[in-house]
Nanobody, 115 residues
């Protein structure tokens, strides 16, 4: 079994920054993809960013140029540096790790951006 624990969410003013962390534990395949999705009230879950164990990244269009994803493969931890935050970034940010047929999700951490 795999567990994901997110941290770093909170309240920030528009234009500010936050850094999220997600630590994975358990039986983890070394070649995997970790990432962040988000879900705002009344909206569908959307991709924020992903990163492979080899360091290849992908970003959702709405966060390109503002957010940066990184990871520490030794610690099985993924980070999301969020800069120039906007009120529309307000959402629950949910961590994910997947490989082959396995797909695990965290419980999420709430990010609120005030205008």
């Amino acid at each position: 079994q795999v567990q994901l624990v997110e941290s770093g969410g909170g309240l920030v003013q528009a234009g500010g920054s936050l850094r999220l962390s997600c630590a994975a534990s358990g039986s983890i395949f070394s070649r995997n993809v970790m990432g962040w999705h988000r879900q705002a009230p009344g909206k569908q879950r959307e991709l924020v960013a992903t990163i492979t164990s080899g360091g290849v990244t992908d970003y959702g269009d709405s966060v390109k140029g503002r957010f940066t994803i990184s990871r520490d493969n030794v610690k099985n931890t993924v980070y999301l540096q969020m800069n120039s935050l906007k009120p529309e970034d307000t959402a629950a940010y949910i961590c994910n790790i997947n490989w082959v047929t396995k797909d695990y999700w965290g419980k999420g951490t709430l990010v609120t951006v005030s205008s």
